[in-house]
């Protein structure tokens, strides 16, 4: 039996190559794709897909109208919407024209592979926790089917979580606060260190970029370019159009994953940063010397300072999660391993900042190779 034939339909090219190097992993599946809706529907009439994963916010032909395009073909495709939105009565109109699935891409490191499952056997499938404004399923319910144990972008244990922790209603409340009020707390101060080095015409590397509030901030700096790493499918969505008028098209590059399994295909960049990341990765000693190795100049960090009351908040906020059964934790990682590696690495410190909770450390490389920081990694 011939491998289903997929067609992927989404402009946003990380999240597009996330979603075909998924299907293409188990080499189930013959995969092609499209940036447009217009695109999409000549490459459906030409090719006879079997299944189109669907954006709804497309170029040229948005994805509701295509969707009602395919269903008048002879042969028309199954459809499953892979989308942003979570709006009952989007959802409804979706199922309404048709499609099987629904796959929320906030879920789409869970969900995508058992949706394409369920639909390609002729089954629907809706991603949990989202409502059908009244559309009713088969089973009656909408439901998540299963969990995929692993990603080909990484560690699905950190992948996953962070899709789950930082959803897309937790990247709007980010970016709203964010308008009102600016970079706040330790990420001030990270950037108002970062301006006083010189930075025109160098290449930013944002790990777990978030909204993409550094690179938002740092762009009157005169960035020549821009690389923003997240996890977070929603949240590196909410960046890409936080820097949209910030930066020429050309001038930034926005990459989903896990930055450690993919930082030898990252471009080394002058200036690295990782804003409030390194609590969140269990193995700190990894993710800084992958910093490190992409970073030509400068490498920015913040993290929680290893005290007490800030391991006792931290360990009460996951005993929090655990009851919940997320999967997501903080981790306190201890300074001077951290300056080590980094020192190890060939950077010295050239500037601690603390506040009560956090801590600011940014490093310069040197050309001698490893060095003893200037400040002392007990300082």
């Known amino acids: ?10 402009d946003f090219e990380s999240f597009r190559q996330f979603v075909v190097s998924t299907l293409q992993r188990g080499a189930k599946f013959r995969v092609t794709e499209a940036s447009n809706g217009l695109e999409a529907l000549q ?20 994805g509701i109208e295509l969707a009602r395009r395919l269903q008048r073909l002879a042969v028309p495709p199954k459809v499953v919407f892979l989308s942003q939105e979570s709006s009952p009565v989007v959802v409804r109109e979706a199922l309404s024209l048709g499609a099987l ?24 499938f809706v991603s949990g926790g989202l409502q059908t ?17 692993a990603l080909s972008m990484g560690c699905c244990t950190r992948y996953c979580a962070a899709e789950a922790q930082f959803s897309t209603k937790l990247a709007e409340r980010d970016l709203r ?38 690179g ?12 923003l790493i997240e996890a977070s499918p929603s949240y590196l969505e909410t960046a890409r159009r936080v820097l949209k008028s910030r930066f020429a098209p050309h001038q930034t590059e926005f990459v989903l994953g896990d930055f450690v399994a993919l930082a030898d295909k990252v471009p080394k960049a002058d200036v690295v940063t990782l804003d409030r990341v390194v609590c969140c990765y269990p193995d700190d000693k990894a993710l800084l010397e992958a910093a ?40 306190v990682h201890r300074q001077d391993r951290m300056c080590a590696t980094l020192e190890a690495a060939g950077l010295s410190r050239a500037v601690r900042r603390e506040t009560l909770v956090w801590t600011f450390d940014l490093y310069f490389r040197t050309k001698a190779g490893p060095v003893n920081s200037v400040l002392g990694c007990q300082n």
């Open 1 to 10: 039996m011939p491998a289903p034939k997929i067609l992927v339909v989404e």
């Open 43 to 62: 490459m459906v009439e030409e090719q006879q897909a079997d299944l189109v994963l669907l954006d709804i916010g497309l170029p040229d032909l948005n």
């Open 101 to 124: 699935g629904y796959v929320h891409k906030v879920r789409a490191g869970s969900d995508l592979l058992p949706a394409v499952e369920a639909v390609l056997g002729g089954k629907q």
């Open 133 to 149: 404004g009244g559309w009713r399923l088969a089973d009656g319910s909408a439901r998540l089917l299963s969990r995929v144990p």
């Open 177 to 214: 606060r964010y308008h009102r009020r600016g970079a706040t707390g330790i990420t001030r101060v990270m950037l108002a260190e970062l301006r006083t080095w010189p930075l025109e015409d160098g290449h930013l590397l944002d790990v777990g970029a978030g909204i993409g509030t550094v």
């Open 216 to 227: 938002a901030e740092l762009a009157d700096s005169g960035l020549a370019h821009a690389t």
């Open 292 to 331: 490190a190795a992409r970073a030509r100049r400068l490498v920015a960090l913040t993290y929680p300072r290893n005290r007490w009351y800030v391991r006792v908040m931290v360990a009460w906020q996951n005993f929090l999660r655990r009851l919940k059964s997320k999967d997501f934790r903080v981790f």
